[in-house]
């Protein structure tokens, strides 16, 4: 006999996105904990908005699909909106039922200043943060710090002289020719017309350079949770004045701490600036032809070849935030927007770790 369909007892029936996701899925546990955090800013929410007017997106809503962009690697926010029309797991991860309208992309764009003039994207990953610290998982006294270049969402053709007057180049339409040779581009005489900010910068001798900001992080060492994250302009001292201020925040007790690196922060004045604010520098030795500035006094150390060892983990971090995180090349033009797409991107990660690690079975 051959089946019929039942229309009436399908359009009764009362499902909602929930009942879809399966019990055991890690996106439960990830709102579990991003509804944590978010709570802990509803004083901040209600500063952003008048208490008359018409109702606007809620800002949960907004920070939580920008977690499911680093979470899914979601490439724009227009494709976000588009697959939350039937995806009904993050319609469940953003709290929508099955017929719930969905916000406009532009809801971005229009609430995104909003954001940045409160610091929302800073206040959310201090409470990630915070909701590790409850659960005892983060190092108070061993750390290690990087950074790495991340490409700005402009090209090349885009650098121009600082004195050049009138417009783009001619022909070629949108993808127009530009003819560099003989042409000697620094940050000193040229800049990028689409994104002002950003900076000629390479990572090693014999790349070719390229326009970027760059990305800083400083890790914990007991579980490699992200606790503090920097975004600035690409220059040769980024890293090591990035490194101190990061240190600067962190709350400091008496003891000694440690801060893992690799060769590229073995300076003098780096190593001297750590020393001074009680840090231990486990920094691994420059041996290009210079005398390092980490000495026996730390090699000699069985904690220098473990903190050795365990900083490389923080490649991880970069590694997820520029391929799942989709930060490799930033989505948006200037340091501030920029800023808190990579602290969301953070909050990600350490959303991700942290269920990891509550899911991971326990030693014996």
């Known amino acids: ?67 499911l962009m680093a979470f899914y690697s979601i490439r724009s926010e227009r494709q976000l909106c588009e697959r939350l029309r039937y995806d009904l797991l993050f319609k469940y991860f953003l709290g929508l039922q099955i017929a719930e309208d969905v ?27 915070e909701e590790a610290q409850k659960r005892q998982l983060l190092s108070g006294e061993h750390f290690t710090v990087d950074g790495t270049l991340l490409d700005a969402w402009a090209s090349l053709k885009s650098v121009r002289p600082r004195d050049e007057d009138g417009g783009p180049p001619q022909g070629g339409g949108r993808n127009q020719s530009v003819d560099f040779k ?39 060492n007991r579980n490699g949770l992200v606790v503090d994250v920097e975004l600035t302009r690409a220059t040769g001292r980024a890293e090591r004045e990035a490194a101190l201020r990061m240190l600067d925040r962190q709350e400091r007790r008496r ?23 009680r840090v231990t520098p486990h920094v691994a030795q420059n041996d290009s032809g210079r005398r390092s500035a ?17 900083r490389k983990r923080v490649e991880e971090i970069f590694g997820w935030m520029k391929t799942v995180g989709g930060g490799r090349k930033l989505r948006f033009i200037g340091l ?3 800023r ?22 326990k030693a014996a």
């Open 1 to 67: 006999m051959r089946g019929d369909r039942d229309e009436q007892l399908w359009a009764l029936t009362p499902l909602t996105p929930e009942s879809f996701v399966p019990e055991d899925h890690p996106v439960r546990a990830l709102r579990r904990l991003a509804d944590l955090a978010l709570a802990k800013l509803s004083p901040t929410f209600r500063e952003m908005y008048a208490p008359i007017g018409r109702p606007s997106i809620a800002p949960e809503r907004l920070l939580k699909a920008m977690l």
């Open 103 to 129: 916000f406009d992309h532009s809801t971005f764009s229009k609430n995104r200043q909003r954001l940045l003039e409160h610091d929302v994207s800073h206040k959310f990953f201090l409470a990630v943060r």
């Open 182 to 220: 003989g042409q000697h581009r620094r940050n000193e005489t040229h800049v990028s017309r689409t994104d002002p900010e950003a900076r000629l910068a390479k990572r090693a001798r014999g790349e070719g350079a390229r326009l970027a900001y760059a990305g800083h992080v400083l890790m914990e």
């Open 255 to 277: 003891r000694r701490i440690t801060l893992g690196a690799d060769k590229g922060y073995d300076s003098r004045e780096f190593i001297a600036a750590l020393r001074a604010r």
């Open 294 to 310: 980490v000495d026996g006094r730390t090699t000699s150390w069985g904690g220098y070849l473990r903190s050795q060892r365990v």
């Open 336 to 338: 501030a927007r920029n």
């Open 340 to 361: 808190l797409w990579t602290e969301i991107m953070a909050s990600a990660y350490n959303l991700v770790r942290l269920v990891r690690l509550e899911t991971a079975p």
